[in-house]
Nanobody, 126 residues
């Protein structure tokens, strides 16, 4: 069974940085694409970024140039490095595993992941 556990969330001021981690177990990395999505209260789910087993990444326009997704194969851990954070980035961030053909749908905010973690809260104050 695939299990995903996020960590690294917290509270920062506008312009600050955070790095999220997602420890994965119970699956073969090459079987899925991995990604992050976020959801704020009373807002729709938003895809953030994805990465495939070859390291090819996809980002939402709202985070391009500020966020970087990466994966450590040895540690089986997914990362999301977030820079130049602003209050609009405030949300619960979730790690997800999904079929790679569904990456565009995930970035568009659709619920297409096969597995997801419990989430980690990111709060950015102005």
């Amino acid at each position: 069974q695939v299990q995903l556990q996020e960590s690294g969330g917290g509270s920062v001021q506008s312009g600050g940085s955070l790095k999220l981690s997602c420890r994965a177990s119970g699956y073969t990395y090459r079987a899925y694409c991995m990604g992050w999505f976020r959801q704020a209260p009373e807002k729709e789910r938003e895809g953030v970024a994805t990465i495939d087993s070859d390291g090819i990444t996809t980002y939402a326009d709202s985070v391009k140039g500020r966020f970087t997704i990466s994966h450590d194969n040895l540690k089986n851990t997914l990362y999301l490095e977030m820079n130049s954070l602003n209050p609009e980035d405030t949300a619960m961030y979730y790690c997800a595993a999904l079929r790679c053909r569904l990456v565009p749908q995930m970035i568009a905010g659709r619920e297409v992941d096969d597995y997801r973690g419990q989430g980690t809260q990111v709060t950015v104050s102005s």
